[in-house]
């Protein structure tokens, strides 16, 4: 993903060096980072909107305080999982709303991005918040196909059994 597009940095940059942001990037999402999620979703949403004439600023920064929410969310298979999953895509948004409202001045848009992304729990009212929607929609069906494209594989496990048995040897030797 290029990240030196100047209009991109010009409106991301504040929201990426926040303090607070920063601690996204040791959030496990799928099989990367919170962080990582939300600037390919800013991004892809970005070039969308800029594309069509939409506001791209606004893009942006909503797509980018999507997920600002700052928890992990856990996905240890259990009885509860499904019941605490629909929690998590109810309240995740408004978790993310309030520490980018904490933290940022917000417009109407961004915050219509933030708390309806999750469509259809909320229904989106501008085409930006739409874009987001589906942008996030379409990278975390890749992130969920990837990770299980990585878990099914044999030569995913292979390698995988390989370096733990690496590490064990690694341990016993020390």
Not at 152 to 173: G, I, M, P, W
């Amino acid at each position: 993903m290029n990240f030196a597009d100047h209009r991109f940095m010009k409106i991301a940059g504040p929201i990426i060096n926040h303090k607070e942001f920063q601690k996204m990037k040791h959030i496990k999402h799928h099989d990367e980072s919170v962080f990582d999620h939300v600037m390919s979703v800013s991004y892809k949403s970005y070039r969308i909107a800029y594309k069509i004439g939409l506001d791209w600023e606004a893009t942006i920064r909503g797509a980018l305080l999507h997920d600002f929410y700052l928890y992990k969310f856990d996905k240890t298979i259990r009885l509860r999982l499904p019941i605490d999953a629909i929690r998590h895509a109810i309240m995740h948004p408004v978790k993310a709303f309030e520490n980018a409202s904490e933290h940022f001045i917000l417009n109407e848009m961004e915050r219509d991005i933030i708390i309806r992304h999750m469509f259809p729990v909320r229904i989106p009212r501008y085409k930006e918040s739409w874009i987001v929607s589906m942008v996030d929609k379409y990278l975390a069906v890749q992130e969920y196909y990837q990770n299980f494209r990585k878990t099914t594989s044999r030569k995913y496990r292979e390698n995988y059994n390989a370096l733990r048995f690496d590490e064990v040897q690694y341990n016993e030797a020390n």
